[in-house]
């Protein structure tokens, strides 16, 4: 019998513990030996429980019970889930979380620590929640040299440019969508503005090319100035507009990263992901191209993964990937990358354009031109855009 306790009794919580109940019989038989709920560690008192016996507002309840043996936490607060984790690991005991925004600020440290203590830190569902895709990039793909990882892993986002796609909504009003939906916070800024895809674009990427790579150095970029307009003229021109987090090696031996929209080309896998959904993309000189879909949020999908981390931890003992054992990877200045650029402008900017960019296409649509760039280096293309005089309403990138 494996003893486990909980922190963070909310949404994704009960998700966990009402997976450890459902399934206990072939988590059991998966383990090798029965996993059990001992302890929930929760924020306040709840009266009319079911779990109410396992309920506890004591942190010594968890950390200073010699019988549990991994830790499980579900809380959103950084801070808190920092002090949390460190003193699991300090006091030999593993840690399975699913918040990414603590392993992209405190992965290195966090990791080394674990190491010290002989103990695990594991965190699938920190990334696209239920869709397993930490365990087989480390795991599955290790003797591969990956080379570039890119993925819609915001279903908040996902779900709006969906929403504006289909319906012709404002982004205003498919935001409004989203949380009537239970989609979108009430403040959806980490979602709506790329924060969220950026820390979670940071623990692929330093799991994927074996160095640290800090959140807070990839260009980020969300979805608030994407229009209606801009989103039917990309269709009109054969493309779809997603928040991609996207990085890649150069040759040169550095990563190139960033989040922000992108048009995707209708043939590409990522094109027809739509709603919540998520979809990580990932190339590698051995398997070639591997594509990971399914839902990215909610509590049964979370659950799903955080489960997945206890039942390794069981069956393997101490595991730690090792991520992280390097200190941190420098980016590439984003104006060096070379790609296309898709402008949203006035009809009469047709003939300028076209003469600035001979072998660019453009679509009209409602009054407005799209038009797309030949590829080249994105600092020169938007200094000829600048230096042109063209008048433009938007310019977004384009996959190619």
Same mark, same amino acid.
């Given at each position: 019998m494996k003893n486990i306790a909980l922190i963070g009794y909310g949404v994704v919580g009960h998700g966990v513990a009402d997976l450890l109940s459902r399934n206990a019989d072939i988590i059991a038989k998966r383990a090798g030996e029965p996993i059990r709920l001992k302890r929930i560690l929760t924020a306040r008192p709840r009266t009319d429980d079911p779990r109410q016996e396992l309920l506890t507002l004591n942190e010594d309840d968890v950390f200073g019970d010699c019988g549990v043996s991994v830790v499980v936490e579900c809380v959103n607060d950084l801070e808190a889930a920092y002090r949390y984790c460190r003193r699991s690991l300090l006091a030999g005991k593993h840690y399975v979380t699913s918040n990414k925004n603590l392993i992209a600020t405190y992965g290195m440290e966090l990791t080394e620590l674990a190491d010290h203590n002989g103990v695990a830190l594991m965190f699938e569902a920190s990334v696209a929640a239920g869709i397993p895709v930490l365990r087989p990039l480390y795991k599955c793909l290790s003797s591969n040299h990956v080379t570039e990882v890119m993925g819609i892993v915001n279903g908040t986002t996902n779900y709006i440019l969906t929403q504006m796609k289909r319906e012709g909504r404002s982004f205003a009003d498919a935001l409004k969508r989203a949380q009537e939906l239970g989609y979108a916070e009430t403040d959806p800024s980490a979602d709506v503005l790329g924060f969220d895809a950026c820390r979670k674009l940071a623990i692929l990427l330093s799991i994927a090319f074996g160095r640290y790579v800090r959140y807070g150095d990839i260009p980020t970029e969300g979805v608030t100035t994407v229009t209606a307009s801009d989103i039917a003229l990309a269709?009109?021109?054969?493309?779809?507009?997603?928040?991609?987090?996207?990085?890649? =090696?150069? $040759?040169? @031996?550095?990563?190139? #990263?960033? *989040?922000?929209?992108? =048009?995707? $080309?209708? @043939?590409?896998?990522? #094109?027809? *992901?739509?709603d919540v959904f998520n979809a990580v993309s990932i190339s590698a000189d051995m398997a070639g191209d591997v594509l990971f879909y399914g839902r990215g949020a909610g509590a049964a999908p979370s659950a799903s993964s955080i489960v997945g981390d206890v039942i390794d931890i069981v069956t393997n003992g101490r595991y730690n990937d090792p991520i992280w054992r390097e200190d941190y990877r420098p980016l590439l200045p984003v104006d060096e990358n070379v790609g296309a650029l898709f402008v949203?402008?006035?009809?009469?900017?047709?003939?300028?354009?076209?003469?600035?960019?001979?072998?660019?296409?453009?679509?009209?649509?409602?009054?407005?031109?799209?038009?797309?760039?030949?590829?080249g280096p994105e600092a020169e293309l938007r200094e000829a855009l600048r230096t042109s005089g063209v008048q433009s309403d938007a310019t977004w990138r384009v996959f190619f």
């Open positions: 269709e009109r021109l054969g493309y779809s507009i997603k928040l991609i987090a996207m990085g890649k =090696l150069t $040759p040169s @031996d550095r990563v190139y #990263a960033r *989040v922000s929209p992108l =048009l995707i $080309p209708h @043939d590409h896998l990522l #094109a027809s *992901v739509e949203r402008t006035s009809p009469s900017e047709r003939e300028k354009l076209l003469k600035l960019f001979p072998e660019g296409t453009a679509a009209d649509e409602g009054g407005e031109l799209g038009f797309i760039t030949p590829p």
